[in-house]
């Protein structure tokens, strides 16, 4: 039986993907979850698996075009008996989480619509754009089937829509001036992705922002008393992240607002909390996901965190570790920063940083200073999913939780 494998639903804010790279060509046999394709979405590059057993009939969607949600991208001659199952983003257990695009239909009716041209011509009757590409052709007049795309398998790219306008006498917007000794670095994919999602966000949401500092001079001699014994059994180094990660995971637990999401006329209270752990990379911004994060411990999650970060660094991500994050924490104290305004990912009500652990005089007890090691953590939040009295709520539990580690205690 022949099923058309379409493009999954990696999350709620996703709409598109452009194929990177097929995996497979015409006539390769597959096997259940065998990664198929390269996909370049939003979030991160991903490996889309087979969903049955099968053989590769025909592939639909070129590399280098973009393709939305629930567009075709090949056809499989699945093994008799074979039952396809769903590819899209997890459902979270109490909450009204987004359906899962089915990751196949029965073929019968695509075989008898007619084949696409090809998109990499102009007239040719189909566009190589994103959303945003359309939307600015609109607005300049543009008609894209005029256009020849300068991208990766003839993706029309902003510069030729701003080209096609100027050559017909449309408005474009003006460039900025470039004087001599400047340098021009074109954007890439994910950099304009990063630059469209941040702006979305911060634009869609009255963002507010707290922060609190933790005496957290009881986690960094656990730490230093820990951390060879811990890189040999585990593997990976002990930092101060996964204790952040456990002592956030905890605290969400008990305060539900700041892991939920808006949606015009209700709030959405996530069931599960799956945190999404910011990772820089050559390529951008990535925020993998370590789901059920409040179900792990503190060594847990630093394994799970070291192989998120590697793998994310390397171009290694799967598709199911991008999908499903209900908060984000954000590591900035690894660049030495002291405080941080972050921007929410969007779909989510909130962020957190951990900041660098300093040195600082502090009060102790009958008025003595000590010095003590202390970090700040820094909150942005919507405020129409919650208000200040809730996230400063959430941010004394989490201080309170990163002081009442105790300096000879064992990590579980």
Not at 263 to 273: H, Q, Y
Not at 379 to 394: N, P, Y
Request: one cysteine or more; a negative charge; charged letters at 25%.
């Amino acid at each position: 039986m022949a099923f058309t494998l379409t493009m999954p639903e990696v999350g709620e804010t996703v709409t598109e993907g452009t194929i990177e790279r097929w995996l497979k060509k015409p006539g390769d046999k597959l096997e259940k979850y065998e990664p198929i394709v390269e996909i370049d979405t939003d979030k991160v590059m991903v490996e889309l698996p087979s969903p049955v057993n099968g053989t590769l009939k025909e592939i639909i969607a070129a590399e280098g075009s973009t393709v939305e949600v629930g567009g075709e991208l090949a056809i499989i001659d699945a093994a008799p008996g074979e039952v396809p199952v769903e590819i899209g983003p997890p459902k979270t257990e109490g909450a009204a989480a987004a359906p899962a695009a089915a990751a196949t239909r029965s073929a019968g009716a695509a075989k008898a619509e007619t084949r696409r041209p090809d998109a990499t011509k102009p007239g040719s009757g189909r566009t190589r754009a994103t959303p945003r590409i359309r939307r600015l052709a609109a607005e300049l007049n543009v008609d894209l089937e005029d256009v020849a795309g300068s991208g990766s398998g003839g993706r029309i790219l902003e510069d030729d829509v701003r080209a096609a306008a100027d050559s017909a006498g449309g408005k474009a917007a003006p460039a900025a001036a470039v004087a001599e000794g400047d340098e021009v670095v074109p954007l890439t994919g994910i950099r304009r992705t990063i630059a469209r999602r941040m702006s979305e966000s911060a634009f869609s949401a009255p963002l507010a922002w707290l922060v609190i500092e933790a005496d957290v001079t009881d986690l960094v001699h656990l730490r230093k008393a820990q951390r060879e014994a811990f890189q040999k059994q585990h593997g990976v180094s002990l930092t101060y992240l996964p204790f952040m990660a456990k002592a956030v995971s905890e605290a969400l637990a008990e305060h539900p607002y700041l892991n939920a999401s808006w949606d015009e006329d209700k709030i959405i209270l996530r069931g599960a909390i799956n945190l999404g752990i910011a990772v820089g990379t050559e390529r951008g911004l990535v925020v993998p996901v370590v789901p059920d994060a409040d179900s792990l411990s503190v060594s847990a999650l630093a394994q799970a965190i070291a192989d998120l970060g590697e793998r994310a660094r390397a171009n290694k991500l799967r598709l199911e570790d991008v999908q499903g994050g209900t908060f984000t924490l954000d590591n900035t104290g690894a660049f030495g920063s002291i405080l941080s305004k972050p921007i929410i990912n969007l779909g989510q009500s909130a962020i957190v940083t951990l900041e660098a652990v300093t040195k600082q005089p502090r009060v102790v007890s009958d008025d003595a200073i000590a010095a003590r090691s202390v970090v700040a953590v820094c909150l942005s939040f919507d405020h129409r999913v919650l208000d200040g009295h809730q996230a400063g709520a959430f941010l004394q539990d989490l201080k309170s939780r990163l002081e009442a580690i105790a300096p000879d205690g064992t990590i579980e």
